[in-house]
């Protein structure tokens, strides 16, 4: 189970922010005692692999906060987010934490099995992301593209830390976050709906004036 959640969360991290999440698996394993990466993803904790993650986190940074090319950031993360979601989700589940002493339990009917779950929960995560980011834009002008990409890097930062370190801390954090993008939802559908209201009044064709009763005094 709690391999489980600890993939979940690097998936979910990763459907924000592709490449925090495998640096968290790769700067842990190589420079601490918390995580442990098994032969298969031991490949993180490579140094040039590190040094091209940290050099395609900071192109994300900062080119997510910038309008119009957040958008086509997001178009082009599309794939990848997805693809880091399941190195996240495989190595973060089969890998030993000080939490996890056998991890190999969780994997051992298929190592496809965590891939293939982390890829979606990630595409579910960036689509929604991606649907917020459109529709914030399109309000603020561009504007919210800086706070929102901030607070995404946060959340994935918090939820791959999380996954690692505390996996009981990511339960909360989901639901949060399921809130979050619930109400985002919502909103973006309200405007939607009144405008579609406001085109069938338009098109309706014009109604009959109401009858006035008379007001004089009844007849005998």
């Known amino acids: 189970m ?3 959640v600890t993939g979940t969360g690097l998936a979910l991290a990763a459907g924000l922010n592709a490449w925090i999440p495998l640096l968290a698996l790769g700067l842990l394993s190589r420079y ?13 904790e490579n140094g040039w692999v590190l040094v091209v993650l940290g050099v395609l986190l900071l192109l994300e940074v900062v ?13 082009v993360q599309t794939v990848v987010r997805p693809g880091a ?7 973060g589940a089969t890998a030993q934490t000080a939490r996890v002493q056998d991890p190999g339990a969780f994997v051992e009917s298929g190592a496809w099995v965590p891939v293939l779950l982390g890829i979606l929960l990630a595409l579910g995560v960036h689509l929604a992301k991606a649907a917020v980011r459109a529709t914030a834009n399109a309000a603020t002008g561009g504007l919210a593209a800086p706070l929102l990409s901030t607070a995404e890097d946060g959340a994935s930062v918090g939820l791959s830390l999380a996954a690692i370190l505390v996996p009981l801390l990511v ?3 989901l639901v949060g ?3 979050v993008v619930w109400r985002a939802v ?11 209201a406001l085109d069938d009044v338009a098109a309706s ?16």
């Open 85 to 91: 979601g399941g190195i996240a989700f495989g190595a």
């Open 171 to 173: 339960v909360p954090l």
């Open 186 to 196: 919502r909103r973006r559908r309200r405007p939607r709906r009144d405008h579609d």
């Open 205 to 220: 064709p014009p109604g009959l004036p109401p009858t006035v009763p008379p007001t004089g005094p009844p007849g005998r």
């Open 63 to 75: 080119g997510d906060k910038v309008p119009v090319v957040d958008t086509v950031n997001d178009v």
């Open 32 to 44: 601490t005692d918390l995580l442990t990466l098994p032969g298969g993803w031991s490949w993180l």
């Open 177 to 179: 976050l399921g809130i």
């Open 2 to 4: 709690i391999e489980l």
